[in-house]
């Protein structure tokens, strides 16, 4: 069994090319981790998710610890032998979910209370529970229990949250269980403010992690101070260990992590819009719900090898969705993943050519030329 390992292959300014091995394959970054909140992502098939190049996916702590329960998923054999999937498997600890609950969470220093959002139930999470829950799921990377800082915050707020998770950082450190190529994320918080990030870099580096998540941002600060708080984060941090921004995100959200340093991203954005009549293209997002495209012939992305490319029209997946049928659903989310797939691949490439510049610049033009109408018919007139 291989030991867990970041191999940085190049860089390309500030855009990185490297591997995470693990004890159930490797992953190419920078990587895109399509979301499986309760062991599946919605609406694929894990061998369908495999086939759009996806290497990782991800699995919630949280969810599952609700239903059906960590213990029951123990006993099946983890996430991965449950849904069938034979890759890593990444799970978030909870910590962003307890902390959109509002009113219905408690917090204290050594912990979470907390009521289900599905029958109001009373549960308890600490960074050892939510460990030893990440263990029981089999995660091939489990991450530090945090408290994700909303936003907005005052200075004093976000100090306060950022070292409550850094002592609960230490707290799950502990409480992980080493096994070859299995490892553990720690959590940079931190807000918008630059010294709260690099106190917080500092202190999960001296813990020690296998790799270093960036959180408490996509959460309605902007794409701006996102990226602000992005470019005075990554220099800071180790540059032999994957780094991973938390819950992004849009395409351009995607290009301009990269480009700031970030080798690994997960969201359920590719999946939600495509439950709901958005597809993402090479020319910016389409509505496939909107009536002019109720006689287009065209695949939603001529670029695309995916199912609902390759085989079907935008009037058949227009159609499915009017008629609502599961099957519309479906392979605009199998497009989504695909777009998100080819999206990373074409980064890796550039990095690994160092055009990475261009690559940015030319996403950039594609997106803002927008969804181009069909032509008109050919009139037959001579």
Known sequence: MPDFSFELKTTDGAARRGCVTTAWGQVETPVFMPVGTAATVKGM??????????????????HLMLRPGAERVGRLGGVRRMMGWDGPLLTDSGGFQVMSLGPLRKLDEDGVTFKSHLDGSKHRLTPERSTEIQHLLDATITM???????????????????RLSMRWARRSRNAFEPRPGYGQFGIVQG???????????????????????????????????????????TPLMRADRPRYLMGVGKPSDLVGGVARGVDMFDCVLPTRS?????????????????ARHAEDQ????????????????????????????????MLLSWHNIQYYQDLMAGMRAAIETATFAGFEADFHAMQALGDIDPPEPDSGAG
């Open 45 to 62: 098939m894990p061998d369908s998710v495999k086939s759009t190049g996806a290497s990782i996916i991800l699995a919630n702590t949280y």
């Open 144 to 162: 530090a229990f945090d408290e994700c800082t909303p936003f907005p915050a005052t200075e004093a707020v976000a100090a306060d949250s950022m």
């Open 191 to 233: 807000s918008v403010f630059p010294e709260l990030r690099a106190e917080s870099v500092a202190a999960l580096e001296e813990i020690d992690f296998e790799g270093y998540a960036i959180g408490g941002l996509a959460v309605g600060e902007g794409q701006e101070a996102m990226f602000e708080a992005l470019e005075f984060t």
């Open 274 to 290: 495509g439950r709901t009549g958005q597809g993402f293209t090479r020319r910016g997002p389409v509505n496939i719900k909107n």
């Open 298 to 329: 065209r695949p939603l992305d001529e670029a695309c090898n995916c199912p609902a490319c390759s085989r079907f029209s935008r009037a058949y997946i227009h159609h499915l969705f009017k008629a609502d049928e599961v099957q519309g659903l």
